[in-house]
């Protein structure tokens, strides 16, 4: 085998196992100039659809953030203003920040449900293609993982009762 199928080879391996994503990264200095344009919209008093817009930016910010406590906020934030949406564009695009906060969270059952709903609107939406892939990928390394963890436990099992029953033979005699 050459050096370059090898080079790959190790590159899918540890893609595999370190559970990379294509799906951006936040930092907290993102967010919190997210914060700063929603208190100033709501300050200046601003129209409708800004402080909508500023509000769809920072929920952005929150599902992509690397701390757990913000990708929640965002959750909150789009399922409560999900249902007051009425616009079709911001509607998918909130179906999809919420299914990048589940991602995000673990929750993969409920992002690939809200992926695919998105990709019944756009079929061909590339973000929305990749999550689904992202999900997937992940949804399969865990099942691997998971299988992986109970031949362990089986196994263990296995030994500590041939262990059991050599131990138990040793005193009969």
Known sequence: MDSAKIGKLFDS???FFS???NIPWCDSDIVLGCEREVAEAAEKDSSDEHKSECLLRLSWALVHSKRPEDVQRGIAMLEGSLPN???ALQV???MYLLAVGYYRSGDYSRSRNLVDRCLEIAPD???AINLKKSIEDHIKKDGVIGIGIAATAVTAV???AGGLAAALSSRKK
Do not use: C
Request: no cysteine; charged share 35%.
């Open 13 to 15: 391996i540890g893609s």
């Open 19 to 21: 559970g990379s994503d």
């Open 85 to 87: 949406t009425s616009d």
């Open 92 to 94: 998918r695009e909130k």
């Open 125 to 127: 939406w590339r973000q």
């Open 158 to 160: 296995g030994l500590m």
